[in-house]
C-alpha cells in the first residue's frame, strides 16, 4: 500500500517484557516521527528523524525507550522492561519535509499486562 | 511539555449548533495545521495554516492562525453527527517538528 504501515497492530505483552514496534512509512519521506497516544488524550511526541541528521530523542519518556531508522525507511521503537504505565497507542507518521503534511499509520494499541 | 493546550477537552452537543474549538501556546510556530482522530485510525490533517491572521474555510469548518501565530480556532457551524471526532492541532517548529495539542474530543448527538 502507499500508506504508512505499522505492524503489529496489536501487542499484548507481560510486564518487564521487551517489546519492538515497527513503522514503514511512505516511500521518499524523509521525515519520520513517533508518537504515544493515550485513551482520549492528544498526541505525546517521543522522537523524530529527519533524512541524516541525528533523530531528536527529547520526547522520550525513560531510557526503556529507544527508537531506529535504517536509512530514509523502516523504523523500530522499542520498549525494554515494559510498565503498565507504556500501555497506550503508539503512531507513527511520516512527511515529505517543512509545511508538509503528516501522513499517519494506525498504531500499534500496546497492553500490558 | 506539552506546548500546545486546547479547549475545551470534551465536548458534546447536538446535531446543529455551533461550537468553536481553541488551540493556544506560548511558542510561535512557522505554520499550524488541524487534524481529525476517528477511533482506531490515524489523524488525518483537515487544513494548514501559514500566515498570522489567516482565515481558511472548508464548507462549515473555519480555521484561524493568530496574528502573533502562536494561537488558532476551529469553528464548526451547524455540526452534523459526522463531525465526531478527536480534533488535534499541531505546530509546525523551525526544524519541521510537529508539536501536537492536547485535543478536543467532540460528540455531536443527532
Known amino acids: 500500500g502507499a500508506g504508512v504501515s505499522q505492524s503489529p497492530s496489536n501487542k499484548v505483552t507481560e510486564k518487564g517484557k521487551d517489546v519492538e514496534l515497527r513503522c514503514d512509512p511512505i516511500?521518499?519521506?524523509?521525515?519520520l516521527y513517533w508518537y504515544r497516544q493515550r485513551l482520549g488524550q492528544g498526541l505525546e511526541f517521543l522522537i523524530y528523524f529527519q533524512g541524516n541528521s541525528a533523530p531528536d530523542k527529547s520526547g522520550l519518556p525513560s531510557d526503556r525507550f529507544s527508537a531506529e531508522r535504517t536509512g530514509e525507511s523502516v523504523s523500530t521503537l522499542t520498549i525494554q522492561r515494559t510498565q503498565q504505565e507504556d500501555s497506550a497507542v503508539y503512531l507513527c507518521?511520516?512527511?515529505?519535509?517543512?509545511?508538509?503534511?503528516?501522513?499517519f499509520g494506525q498504531g500499534t494499541r500496546l497492553t500490558v499486562v | 511539555t506539552q506546548l500546545l493546550e486546547q479547549s475545551p477537552q470534551f465536548l458534546s452537543i447536538q446535531e446543529g449548533e455551533n461550537l468553536t474549538v481553541y488551540c493556544n501556546s506560548s511558542?510561535?510556530?512557522?505554520?499550524l495545521q488541524w487534524y481529525r482522530q476517528e477511533p482506531g485510525e490515524g489523524p488525518v490533517l483537515l487544513v494548514t495554516?501559514?500566515?498570522?491572521?489567516e482565515v481558511k474555510k472548508l464548507k462549515r469548518l473555519t480555521f484561524q492562525f493568530g496574528d502573533a501565530r502562536k494561537d488558532s480556532s476551529l469553528h464548526i457551524t451547524a455540526a452534523q453527527p459526522g463531525d465526531t471526532g478527536l480534533y488535534l492541532c499541531a505546530g509546525i517548529g523551525t526544524g519541521n517538528q510537529f508539536y501536537f495539542g492536547t485535543g478536543t474530543s467532540l460528540t455531536v448527538i443527532p
Open positions: 516511500s521518499g519521506h524523509t521525515a
Open positions: 511558542s510561535v510556530f512557522s505554520s
Open positions: 495554516v501559514v500566515t498570522g491572521g
Open positions: 507518521a511520516s512527511s515529505l519535509g517543512v509545511n508538509t503534511e503528516a501522513f
